[in-house]
């Protein structure tokens, strides 16, 4: 076979002649044939890495063409289809056929089996909408961005770990300058304070308690000195129950496992005894040391681990103590404080802010271990005394009336007593007696801590006729000529009402009625008042509210509310039953007969006693005028015919004196049951008659055997009385008691 050279014109077709064929085109370069002579001998097949390689340079030139702009070509004008003549057809035949034929040769080249292309589907021609020729630019070609590959951190750059180091230590030291500067600069006084009070231990400096004591001085109450005896377990622990057995011993109320206990606890602190006197802190201190002389002998010479522990590890801290040096006088009306130091019932728990004053402070340095560091900085406030009470009271009178109630109590086998002297001008209380009693050095109860004479409200029974008569007497219904028929009973809207002993109709002047103690008398003139007019002289009275002392727990008694009572009330209150009481009450009601109709209210508290030796006089409400000086020395004269021979009582006459007084004896509602059954018996009185200085009222609460306020309240008034008036030296006036009737006649009229 010849070999043919691309550039060589092509052969022509038979038949043909020269000249009458198509014009010769440019000779294209041929591709080499599997029959040339020249090809290359048969490759090895291709390597995976060339494979790749050559991929990537494909891609890249394809990049690189697609990225390079391309030129704009202009279509070419559309020739009308020249007919092919036959040499022409033949030569397109042949290069179909060879181009046919060169996928073969390629395989037989490379030893590889070349696939079929697809059949390609028949597109069929749509008519395109030629668009009219515009004359713009043509667009650019968008240029494609060609990914970068990834910025990879570069490792070891010491000069960037340099840069961070420095920032970081730069912003760490400006934390600490500004801090530097905010503790010496802005505000460095606060700071140091902090720091102080975080070292600092602070401790309470008590006030002294005011004290309490009589008109005269004598002390009632007073602080004294004491200890609380603190120990520190650390310490206390190995020698426990040594120190628990000396403690026992010397303290009352202290039981060995408890403070074995106490002593053998964890922590630094704990109080073992409250309010033990400096002398039994003495005596314990001496035995302690008595007690280390012999181990401090065995451990000489030893070494420190092999040392037996001395009794150490008690310690003491101020607790002062309220102390009553006088015992049980007036101790239910002084009243006592509790273990803090607050009082707990009395004029202690009434008055207490004034008495308590204010604590101070004091605050040291310490170190580590608590313990103060000498000159180092401390504060102190200086703590305030509490202001002392100087009381109305006389002590010697009132210690003689606490006895002589106390007998009388015990005689007539009574739950309890109660004596009040008042002063009649100034309405000073100069004794408040009450039994039971207790000592407040003593162990006690919350029952001990009452006071009968305030707290307790019992129906007063005919003492309350001297406050009927003088109401009746200034409103101008009675006098001292007054004469009445009385019956044995009397009909009150279906109730019947008698008198304390039988008897027919009697004719009974006003004097007798008082004399006798009449209730039907009572009532029967207590008619002639409207009910809203006799309320009126009750309150004025001072019933029904309170006495003004402030005293705590202090009842107001019982008085039926408004002024439109049935007529069964006003009749019962008339002579001393349906209204209640409590001592001081119905003293003061009774003392403004004797203070000429004018009212007093009750006083306690005289005085008080500042820190600085001052006195402040206690003010207490003005005194008020209830009824005329008139209707209050006809209601005396009355009250005279009482204690004379034919009178309830003349167990109460003092030899000397004019005395004018009043009985009582009335049921008393029996607790829980609504129903009366116990009885209050009762004298109320005061002398000189003619001219009184002192009231004084008893009253016994469920006396046993014969009953009766001349019989059993009688004497005690005599003996009280006649005390203050010596005591006081109240000269007699020299009055003969007056020659009062009774009774009276037909003829009298």
Do not use: C
């Not at 292309?117 to 004359?135: D, E, I, L, S």
């Not at 170190?367 to 401390?378: C, E, L, M, R």
């Not at 009253?699 to 055997?705: F, K, R, S, T």
């Amino acid at each position: 076979m010849t070999d043919r050279r691309g550039n060589e014109p092509p052969p022509r077709k038979r038949g043909t002649a020269p000249g009458r064929e198509n014009p010769p085109r440019k000779a294209q370069p041929r591709r080499p044939s599997a029959t040339d002579s020249t090809r290359a001998a048969p490759q090895r097949p291709e390597s995976t890495r060339e494979r790749l390689l050559r991929k990537a340079r494909e891609e890249q030139q394809r990049s690189a063409e697609a990225a390079a702009p391309r030129p704009v070509k202009k279509a070419p004008a559309k020739k009308a289809p020249a007919k092919k003549s036959p040499a022409r057809k033949t030569a397109a035949k042949k290069a179909a056929a060879k181009k046919a034929a060169a996928p073969r040769r390629q395989a037989a080249a490379t030893g590889r089996p070349v696939k079929k292309a697809a059949a390609k589907r028949p597109v069929k021609k749509t008519a395109v909408k030629k668009r009219p020729p515009q004359n713009r630019p043509q667009p650019r070609p968008k240029k494609r961005k060609v990914k970068k590959p990834p910025r990879m951190l570069r490792l070891g750059r010491p000069a960037l770990r340099l840069r961070l180091t420095f920032g970081v230590m730069a912003f760490v030291l400006s934390l600490f300058a500004g801090r530097l500067v905010l503790l010496q600069g802005v505000d460095p006084d606060s700071y140091a304070q902090a720091a102080t009070k975080e070292n600092a231990r602070s401790f309470i400096l008590q006030a002294d308690r005011g004290t309490i004591e009589d008109r005269n001085g004598v002390q009632l109450a007073v602080t004294e000195d004491a200890v609380a005896i603190t120990a520190d377990p650390q310490q206390t622990k190995p020698v426990a129950q040594q120190l628990a057995a000396i403690l026992a011993a010397k303290v009352p109320g202290t039981k060995t496992a408890d403070l074995v206990k106490a002593m053998s606890g964890p922590g630094r602190y704990v109080r073992l005894a409250r309010h033990v006197s400096p002398t039994v802190w003495s005596s314990i201190q001496a035995e302690l040391k008595a007690a280390n002389v012999p181990i401090a002998e065995q451990n000489k010479g030893k070494v420190k681990e092999q040392q037996a522990p001395l009794l150490a590890g008690l310690y003491t801290e101020s607790d002062p103590i309220r102390s009553h040096p006088n015992g049980s006088i007036a101790a239910s009306l002084v009243g006592v404080t509790g273990s803090d130091g607050k009082g707990q019932s009395g004029l202690e728990y009434g008055l207490n802010d004034k008495l308590s004053g204010t604590d101070g402070k004091a605050v040291y340095e310490v170190d580590a271990k608590g313990n103060q560091i000498p000159n180092a900085k401390h504060t102190v406030t200086e703590p305030k005394p509490g202001v002392g009470l100087q009381l109305t009271l006389d002590n010697d009178l009132q210690y003689f009336a606490e006895k002589r109630i106390q007998q009388a109590v015990q005689q007539y086998h009574a739950s309890a007593g109660t004596v009040v002297v008042m002063d009649v001008r100034s309405g000073e209380l100069v004794a408040l007696a009450n039994y039971p009693s207790f000592d407040p050095n003593k162990p006690y109860t919350s029952k001990d801590l009452k006071n009968p004479g305030l707290e307790r409200s019992f129906e007063p029974g005919s003492v309350q006729k001297v406050v009927t008569m003088a109401a009746l007497a200034d409103a101008g219904k009675i006098d001292l000529s007054t004469k009445i028929q009385v019956p044995g009973t009397i009909d009150v809207q279906r109730r019947t009402i008698k008198d304390h002993w039988s008897h027919g109709l009697m004719n009974l002047t006003v004097s007798g009625i008082i004399a006798k103690s009449s209730n039907v008398g009572t009532i029967l003139l207590s008619h002639r008042m409207p009910i809203p007019q006799f309320v009126k002289y009750l309150h004025d009275f001072g019933f029904g509210e309170p006495t003004g002392l402030n005293f705590p727990g202090e009842t107001n008694g019982r008085l039926a509310p408004g002024d439109e009572w049935p007529e069964i009330t006003r009749s019962n209150v008339a002579f001393g039953q349906g209204l209640s009481v409590n001592a001081v009450q119905e003293t003061a009601a009774v003392n403004a007969v004797a203070n000429g109709g004018v009212y007093v209210p009750p006083k306690l508290v005289r005085n008080y006693l500042n820190a600085d030796g001052s006195v402040t006089p206690n003010k207490t409400a003005p005194p008020r005028r209830v009824v005329s000086e008139k209707a209050a020395k006809e209601v005396t004269t009355m009250m005279e015919s009482v204690t004379a021979k034919k009178g309830t009582a003349p167990q109460a006459s003092i030899d000397g004196y004019l005395v004018a007084g009043k009985t009582g004896t009335a049921q008393q509602v029996v607790p829980g049951t609504g129903k009366y059954g116990n009885w209050a018996t009762s004298f109320a009185g005061f002398a000189p008659a003619d001219n009184p200085r002192f009231v004084t009222y008893v009253v016994l609460h469920d006396p046993q055997g014969a009953r009766g306020g001349g019989l059993q309240g009688g004497p005690v008034f005599r003996d009280v009385m006649s005390y203050a008036l010596q005591k006081y030296v109240v000269p007699p006036t020299g009055a003969a008691q007056p020659n009062i009737p009774l009774t009276w006649s037909a003829s009298d009229r």
